[in-house]
Structure formats: C-alpha cells, structure tokens
C-alpha cells in the first residue's frame, strides 16, 4: 500500500560526487542489500571490498559511447517504475525477469561547475549535461509509493540509520521528502542547462528564477502578513539564477551581500528591516570606489534621509545624522568602512534598528551589545547587482535591466560653469538621487546630503520638501533631479536653498526655458543623458 513503509532488497548506486557512498554502500551490503552500479561508482564500491553487480549485467547490454548510454534500459527503469500494488506490472517484471530496484542513489554530472569555468570548451560543458542522472531521478521519485530516491550525500546518515532500526525498511514519509528534494534538484539542474544556452539573450524566453528560502520571518511587511526571505540561487553558469554584475560573465559566484553577512546580536530582522538594509548596502557601495573617504547612508522607509562623506566613520556618521537627524530616528544605517569602539558611542546615543558595516572592533562589538535589541550586521560583500530588476504585477512581473549610476558624459547647459568644488557636489547629490523614490530632489554640499525631497507626485512639492530641509546650509552647493525639469518652477524652487549648480537629465520641451532661468538665476545646470525614476 502507498502510505505503508517498503523493505528495501536492492539497491542502484550511481553517483558522479563520491563522497560518503563506500561507507554508505557498505552500511546496506552489511544489512544484506543488494548492490547494482555502474562504471567508476563500481569500481570505487569493488576496490573497497563492497560486494557490487555491475549494471551491464544486469542490462545485458555494455556501457556505449563513452558512457552516455548505461542506466538507459528497461531492465533498470522497469525495476525502478514498476507499481509494486499492480499485478499486470509484476507479472510484466516476471515474464522479462526483471528485479524491482528499490533505492536509487545518484548524484548528476557537475554541470554548473564546468560552465562556470572559463577554460571550459563548449564541448566540454554539453558533455556534462547529465541524462541518465536526471533519468533516474526522476523515475524514482515519481514512483516514490514504492522506491526510495538519494540524491545528496548529506542524506546517507539518515537513510541507512532509517534502514538499520527498522529491519531494512524505509518509511512513505521518508520516500516523499527524498521524492521532494529529488525533484528541486532536477528543477534546479534543468533550469541551470536553460540559462545557460539563453545566456546570450537579455531577456530569455522563457524567463525562470529559482529562489532557495532562508527564512521565515515573524511577519511581513505588516502583522497580519506572513513573510519569508528568499536569495537567489547561486548557479556558477552565469545564468539568470545568479546573482553577479554581469551575468554573462561565468567565472564570478556569488549571492546576496546579506546572506554572506553576520549577525552580532540583536533580534531577528524583520521584512521591513530587510528592504532598509538592501536600500542603505546599496546606497553606501555608490561610494566605496572613494579611497580615503568614510561614508554612511541613514535610511527610513526604503530612502535615504541622511548621506555624507567623511575622513573617518565617526565624522561621516555625525555629518549623515546632522542632515536630518529627525527622519533618522528608528532608521538603519550602513558604513562602508569598519566601525571602532568611538563610532559605536557615536551611533549608540540614537535609536537605529540596524548598523551594518564591513567590520567591527571587539571594542565596537560590546559597545553595540549594550544595545539588546539592535541587529548589527556585518557585511564582508559588497552589494552586487544582479541582470534583472523585478516589480510584482497580479500573477506577473514586470522586468527591466538593474539601474547603474553614470557620472560621465554630463554637458553644461548655459553660460554658468560649475566649480570644481560643485561638480563634487552634483555627483555626491546624482548617486544618491538614484536611490531616492520619485519625484526626487537632493541637495547636498561639501559630501552631506543636506535636504531631501522624494515621493511627490509634483517635482516642485520635492523641491520644496528638499529646500526646507536644507534649512539655508547649502548656499553654494549642488542639487539633482532624478528626472528632467517640465517647467522653470522646479529649478526655481531648488533655487531658494542657494545651491549654485544642479543636475538633471534633458528631455523636456522646454529644457531651452529652464537653462535660460538658470542663467537667469546664476546656476549652472549640467544635463546628464539618463534619468533615475524609481517608483
């Protein structure tokens, strides 16, 4: 019956990665098990003394072309797929002398690893696209009523432990779970293989993400919503599964910033401090290219509400916190430099509910530490864009290229040239422009971010919002746009804070009108060939 547990009398083994399966093998030959392998996993069981049958014995048939073709016969697959609870199946088996195979342990050729490999041929990689792996697998687990499937060697403990304590059998709840995983390895497996071969495409056909669950969180972004966090999977291939700048370069693997981070302390993150901290690493990586320099990003809700460079972390720290110390208050803050014990004090005399940095000072550590509830991250990986970018639609996404700040090819628009000083300041303001929710302004001077504008749905409500938080601080600076100006009103408005330059992109009929009113206005304005919406 299907919920009853089965006794296990034969075994196939066939695995590419032979860790743990001499020892594995040799655990169920003790228990009386029959062995049937194939190739080098037979010659490994027999030269460790494992009794072992070799598969073209049982086939009647010799490995071919090269090994491409040995599992791939009824005397396998009908031992592996036949329904024990079916007479007319049985009594196929018997009248083609068939042996039901009841656990299959294989593991797939190293796909993945190869095509990761920059000295891989193309040859070399189809040749690790398995067949009889997957086969197998895939046998087995749908039949899983009657056959047990192993497809990791983390599960070789549990199987034969299973085996010994219950007099060879497997139970239909163990068949199941191994059916379950069997069948995400074969997902991720074919997945793999698809980006691969659409990996010259900018946006495949079909489009398919694998997502691994971390976590369940306590909740989602309100209580009365479930929430879990989920990374991508990483695949070495360079396909739309990983998580790297540019996704036809194979040779990089990496995943998440945040799943290589550390947790010192602190409560669990939570959905919402999640999106902050991907917001706050993405931002502070805008400026890890300025040697020298310390910066800290201070995000609330998604967007920044204090930035600013600095010669130390402490100083960077107190310059973000002084651009608007009262949107800071329960944000998260990122550092792009390691934190000492007098940065740690500095944080500590605000509420934050997360601080990341690359490193910590013991000193840092324990200082944090007297804060219980604080989650202090540390974040060894930068952030790293993957190829896509994604906004969830009822049953559907809607999918771009991820957005990258630009500083080159920018033009003056009028007669007013910006200092050297300003231009500082419109790249300072642009980077972090880019990560503000439109319609956004920023103004900053000196490498601090002093106002702030974003979410309008009027550019000149954003450029009032930015003014009155600049509070009369940024005579002389820099202010940008992430979008270009339709009307005067909008340079005009940013134009009360005493900024002498500003940036936006061109684009609007009127783009003549609004240079003119900057000249009128003694500003300079820079055009730059790409806007940064972000809704």
């Known amino acids: 019956m ?202 495949p056909d079909p489009l398919v993400w694998v997502l691994d669950r971390d976590s369940t969180l306590r909740y989602g972004e309100n209580p009365h919503q479930a929430g879990a966090l989920y990374f991508d999977a990483v695949s070495p291939t360079g396909s739309q599964l990983q998580s790297a700048p540019d996704l036809a370069d194979s040779k990089a693997q990496v995943t998440s910033w945040l799943k290589q981070a550390t947790r010192h302390g602190g409560k669990e993150l939570s959905f919402n401090n999640i999106w ?83 490193g910590f000072t013991d000193a840092a550590l324990r200082e944090f530490g007297t804060k219980e509830n604080l989650r202090v991250l540390e974040a060894p990986q930068k952030w790293i864009a993957g190829k896509w970018d994604a906004k969830r639609l009822a049953r559907g996404f809607i999918v771009q290229n991820m957005d990258n700040v630009s500083v080159e090819d920018w033009e003056v628009a009028g007669i007013v040239t910006p200092t050297d000083a300003q231009w500082q300041d419109l790249q300072f303001a642009w980077r972090i422009c880019a990560h503000v929710r439109s319609n956004a302004i920023v103004i900053a001077k000196d490498g601090q971010a002093l106002g702030i504008g974003s979410g309008q749905q009027s550019r000149v409500d954003a450029a009032d919002i930015a003014v009155t938080k600049a509070d009369g601080r940024a005579a002389g600076g820099g202010a940008a746009s992430d979008a270009f100006f339709p009307f005067a009103d909008g340079l005009e408005a940013i134009a009360k804070a005493g900024v002498g330059a500003v940036v936006a992109p061109r684009g609007s009929k009127r783009d003549s009108e609004v240079a003119q009113a900057a000249d009128g206005l003694g500003i300079a304005l820079v055009w730059t060939k790409e806007r940064h919406f972000r809704h």
């Open 2 to 203: 299907r919920n009853e547990p089965i006794a296990v009398r034969r075994a196939l083994i066939s695995v590419y990665d032979k860790v743990g399966v001499v020892d594995f093998a040799r655990g169920l030959s003790k228990l009386d098990i029959a062995i049937i392998s194939s190739g080098g996993t037979a010659r490994a069981l027999r030269d460790a003394g494992v009794p072992v049958t070799e598969v073209e014995s049982v086939t009647g048939a010799p490995e071919m072309l090269g090994g491409r073709v040995k599992t791939l016969h009824p005397n396998i697959h009908g031992g592996i797929l036949a329904l024990r609870s079916s007479p007319d199946h049985m009594a196929e088996l018997a009248a083609h002398s068939i042996d039901p195979i009841d656990l299959v342990v294989t593991n797939l050729y190293p796909f993945h690893d190869v095509a990761s490999r920059a000295e891989s041929s193309e040859d070399e990689i189809i040749e690790m696209i398995d067949v009889g792996g997957p086969t197998m697998i895939r046998a087995a687990a749908k039949n899983y009523s009657d056959v047990c499937v192993v497809t990791d060697s983390a599960e070789y403990p549990e199987i034969l432990a299973e085996l010994e304590e219950n007099n060879t059998t497997i139970s239909y709840a163990t068949r199941k779970d191994c059916a379950l995983r069997a069948f995400d390895v074969t997902l991720r497996y074919e997945v793999g293989i698809s980006a691969w071969m659409h990996r010259d495409e900018d946006f």
């Open 276 to 358: 902050d901290a991907e917001a706050a690493w993405r931002l502070v990586g805008e400026f890890a290219e300025n040697l020298g320099d310390a910066a800290v990003v201070i995000v609330k809700h998604a967007i920044p509400c204090g930035v600013a460079l600095a010669d130390s972390p402490q100083a960077a720290y107190e310059r973000a916190l002084a651009g608007d110390p009262t949107s800071a208050f329960g944000g998260v803050i990122a550092f792009n430099t390691p934190l000492d014990e007098a940065t740690a004090k500095a944080v500590n005399k605000t509420f934050f509910e997360v601080v990341i940095a690359p």
